[in-house]
């Protein structure tokens, strides 16, 4: 073959490589923008498909927490009906659940995959010990990694800066319910009128002291106020009790008539069952406290501890914990018609995320918090 004869052969072969990777880059593209995507680039599924085959190898995945039994039954019988695996809950209160946790781990015993709780709990205790794993590689389903699905567009972690504890549920915690009979509403405008006189003796706290939702609203307080507020708050014979339940009936009662750190489905609870009790906003504003879920290290069923955080986090786990925790959640695409009124988030309300200053104070004001009322809880 003559010298010009390859040039223009090589020139042919070199313009039919380039039409040929013209065309295959222009097909890709069409796919992708078709919303068509190849084998290979559903790695998602894959990596689901491998999950679900190893959890149901397991056949377990154990969860802490300190939910109550209507909550444990409606998310183990939704997660086993949907992939036959058990889900065994170790219950308890945060301070008996952490010790024991603690206690088995420094003997070699790994019997917790995830731990499901607040900031008093999660972000104070267990991750300062180092015993968490960050969830972020853990998120598998692209409906949960959608930042356009959770509310305020991205995902709520509790420490932004580190991502051990992401909520799941987040919902208004109106720090003070009143008796409709007994207290106006004018007269408590502002947190500041819990310290008249007149109403010295009549209000009962949720324990400030100990990691919950009595102790959320005393951070709250000690940060939207101050901490002189809540020593003079103290001078008022404060009625603390461990027993949420009571509280709430207290209030209905009258026999006493404010009440700081009532659960909020037990307020929607006894309004429904027409008690005189309201939830009374202040011009100082409102909290939210959430729950979360966070990953332990060395889980003993490492796939089902993933199926079951990936299932709690979407559309379909969350329906189910939210009405079974009567909260809503931190998805934005949750219905909430089955919530009352007060335990619902409004658009364009601005909201205290009292677990995020738990993260940065809260061992603090728990401090604070023991040292005012400590004596008194035992």
Known sequence: MKRQEIIYFSAFILSSLLVLSSASSTGAATAKASGKVSPAKNTWQQEWDQCLAGAK???????ASSVGQEVRNALGKAFTGKYGVEVEFIQGKPTELIPKVMTERRAGIFSVDLFVGGAGSIDTSLAPAGVLELIDDELILPEVLDKKAWWGGDLFWCDPDQHYHLMFLADPQPAIIINTKLVRSDELKSYRDLLNPKWKGKIAWFDPTMAGQGQGIFIGLANLMDIQFLRDLGKQELIFTRDSRLQAEWVARGKY??????????????????????VNPVAEGTFVLGTGIALMKNM??????????????????????????????????????????????????KYVKVDRIIVQRGKEYEKIAQEMWGHLMK
């Open 300 to 349: 003993p069923n490492p796939h089902a501890a993933k199926l079951f955080l990936n299932w709690l986090l979407s559309r379909e786990g969350q329906i189910v914990a939210s009405k079974a925790y009567g909260r809503q959640s931190t998805r934005a695409d949750i219905p909430t018609d089955f919530l009352g009124k007060f335990g619902v988030r409004k658009a364009g309300e």
């Open 257 to 278: 008539p404010i009440g700081l750190g009532v659960k909020t489905e037990l307020i929607t609870e006894f309004i429904q069952a027409e008690a005189p009790v309201s």
């Open 57 to 63: 190898k397991e056949g377990r995945v154990v969860v």
